[in-house]
C-alpha cells in the first residue's frame, strides 16, 4: 500500500511508530483481545479504493484531496500491521 510519497516527518515520528511505542508500554494482550485484533481488517471497499487510488497515482491523476485520502488508507493500514504483529506474539508467547 506504500505507492505514495510520505509527508517529509521521520518514520519515528509517523502515527504507527508513535502508536506501536504506545502499545509497546502497554503490557501483554490477552489471547482473547489479540484474536480480536486479528480479526480486524480493511473493508473490502477500502481495498478496492486504495487499488483504485493507487492506479491513478501511477498514472499522475492523483487529487490533492485523492493522495490525502490515500495517505491515510495508508496509515490505517500501517497501524493494523503494527497490531496484527504484537498480537500474534501475544498469541506465540500464550
Same mark, same amino acid.
Given at each position: 500500500m506504500s505507492d505514495v510519497s510520505h509527508t517529509t516527518s521521520s518514520p519515528q515520528f509517523s502515527e504507527a511508530a508513535i502508536f506501536s511505542r504506545v502499545v509497546e508500554q502497554s503490557g501483554q494482550l490477552s489471547v482473547e483481545l489479540a484474536g480480536h485484533i486479528l480479526s480486524m481488517g480493511i473493508s473490502q471497499r477500502d481495498q478496492e479504493r486504495v487499488q483504485e487510488l493507487l492506479e491513478k497515482n501511477s498514472q499522475g491523476n492523483l487529487t490533492a484531496s485523492e493522495?490525502?485520502? !490515500?495517505?491515510? @488508507?495508508? =496509515?490505517?493500514?500501517? !497501524?493494523?500491521? @503494527?497490531? =496484527?504483529?504484537?498480537?500474534?506474539?501475544? @498469541?506465540?508467547?500464550?
Open positions: 493522495r490525502e485520502e !490515500l495517505e491515510n @488508507l495508508n =496509515h490505517i493500514a500501517d !497501524l493494523l500491521s @503494527l497490531w =496484527h504483529s504484537r498480537a500474534r506474539r501475544a @498469541l506465540k508467547t500464550s
